[in-house]
DNA sequence: GGGATTGTACGAGAACAGTCGTACAGAACG
DNA sequence: CGTTCTGTACGACTGTTCTCGTACAATCCC
C-alpha cells in the first residue's frame, strides 16, 4: 500500500478540474469540506469498495485529499492549505459552485 | 448546424469543471480569457478540424463559451457573465490558477 | 458559376474512466 | 490463533473521450 501523495508544487490543475469534474468526487468534496477527518468508507454511500478505492485515488493523485492510515480505517482529509497556497480562491469558488448546483434552479 | 447553447439554469457544474479539466481546452480558455470574439480556426495550433470542432461542442454544451455563425467563419466568445451569475467567482480562480500553473514551478 | 475557405457531421480507432467482483493485507477483537 | 473489519490490488467489462480522415455545407471571391 503506497498511497503517494503529491507535493504542492506539483498539482496540475487540469488534475484537480478532472478529479472534480465528477458528481461522486463532487459529493464526496462537500462532506469533506469541513476538514475533518472522515474514515473512506463513511463518506459516500451505495457505492463498492473497490469503486470508492478508485475515486479515492484520483482524489489523493490530483492533491485534492491527504488519506493517513489509521488502524484498520484509512482518514481522508481535504488538503485545503495546499490547494489554498497553489490555486488561491479555486477551491472556495468550487464549494460554492457546488452549493449553487446543488439548489432547485 | 444546430449550436445548441444552456441556458444559465442549465449549466452543471461537473460539465463546466470537466470541460476545463484539459489542457487543450483550458489553453483555449486562455487564449478567450479576453472575452472577445475569436475565429475557430485561430484559438488553437496542431489539431484537426474536427478536433477543434469535438472541443468547442464540449466548451458551448457546459456553458462556457458561445458560438455565434458569422459568414464562413464561427466565432467564439467566453460566456464571462452567465458563468459569473451561475458560479461566482469560479472563473477567474481558475483563470488564476491556469495561470500559475503555467508558470516555472 | 467555379474555386477556395471555414467549419460541422459522421465514422473509426485508441485510450481512458467508472463500475464491479474476487482476492488479499493489516489491524482489532474475541 | 482465528475471525471480523476496513480498505487496497487486480482483472474484467462497459461506456465515454480524444483524435483523426473523409465528406459535406455554407460563404466568399474571382
Avoid at 43 to 71: C, M, N
Amino acid at each position: 500500500m503506497v498511497l503517494h501523495h503529491p507535493a504542492p508544487e506539483q498539482f496540475r490543475l487540469e488534475n484537480v478540474l478532472t478529479a472534480l469534474g465528477n458528481p461522486t468526487r463532487l459529493a464526496a468534496l462537500r462532506v469533506l469540506a469541513d476538514c475533518r477527518q472522515h474514515p473512506c468508507g463513511v463518506v459516500l454511500q451505495g457505492y463498492s469498495k473497490s469503486t470508492l478505492t478508485h475515486h479515492w485515488r484520483v482524489l489523493r493523485e490530483a492533491g485534492v485529499i491527504w488519506q493517513e492510515p489509521a488502524g484498520r480505517e484509512v482518514l481522508l482529509r481535504l488538503r485545503r492549505d495546499d490547494l489554498e497556497a497553489r490555486f488561491p480562491g479555486l477551491l472556495d469558488s468550487v464549494l460554492n459552485a457546488a452549493a449553487a448546483d446543488a439548489e432547485p434552479a
